[in-house]
């Protein structure tokens, strides 16, 4: 199917954002980019596509989809629902779905939260979401023993969705030099056809 109209509204920091972009790059899906950073989220053309002011935004056609997880599910769906990003199977595809989950839960509130805290003055407890982060790098890590990807053998929208604020975890002063399967993982993903880098922010000098 012929993609319509794609525009992408994010910042090049934001990890929901660059998970969004990255599958596009990956499709060989073409779209612009309008960086988003808050004075432009408090805008009323801006609240009129997502009146919670969050990025990513993306509007394909006259179709608006906020939240980058029904973002990734959106663009498999309609643009390549036969790649495997999310499979019909449904073991699966809830194998697939429990890591989107985890990207809003514990990958949100762990190592994408510290980052916060320590790029952005987030509000926020910094000791509360490393230990978010151990818990959840503790768990990644045993889960990769042996696998290649997240959820199946191949690469899915479980990979994408987890990998910005895992990759970035050091931004928000935690190691990942303790998770050898897990950086070895994320070196898989940096391989992938149509990968697009997220920027390094500096590594605050703090032992964690």
């Known amino acids: 199917m012929n993609p319509s ?9 934001s990890g929901h954002a660059h998970r969004v972009e990255t599958l596009l790059s990956i499709l060989g899906l073409p779209y612009a980019y309008i960086e988003a950073p808050a004075t432009v989220r408090r805008s009323e053309a801006f ?3 997502n ?4 990025i990513p935004v993306l509007v394909d056609g006259e179709q608006v989809i906020c939240d980058s997880g029904a973002i990734l599910i ?3 769906k309609r643009y390549a629902p036969d790649s495997g990003w999310l499979p019909d199977q449904a073991a699966e595809a809830a194998e697939v779905l429990r890591w989107l989950f985890i990207s809003a839960g514990e990958v949100r509130y762990g190592p994408a939260q510290a980052r916060g805290i320590v790029q952005w003055n987030w509000p926020g407890d910094h000791k509360a979401a490393i230990t978010i982060a151990n818990t959840l790098l503790n768990f990644m890590e045993n889960h990769l023993a042996g696998r290649d990807f997240l959820a199946l053998h191949q690469p899915t929208l479980a990979d994408l969705a987890c990998y910005g604020y895992v990759a970035h ?3 928000g002063g935690i190691s990942l030099a ?5 950086l070895g ?4 993903v940096e391989v992938l ?3 697009i880098p997220m920027p390094d922010l500096p590594v605050p000098q703090v032992g964690m």
């Open 5 to 13: 109209t794609i525009t992408l509204y994010g910042t090049p920091a």
């Open 47 to 49: 609240l009129k596509l």
């Open 51 to 54: 009146p919670l002011g969050q």
């Open 74 to 76: 959106y663009l498999v």
């Open 169 to 171: 975890a050091p931004e």
């Open 178 to 182: 303790a998770y050898p399967n897990v």
């Open 185 to 188: 993982w994320l070196k898989k």
């Open 193 to 195: 056809p149509g990968f």
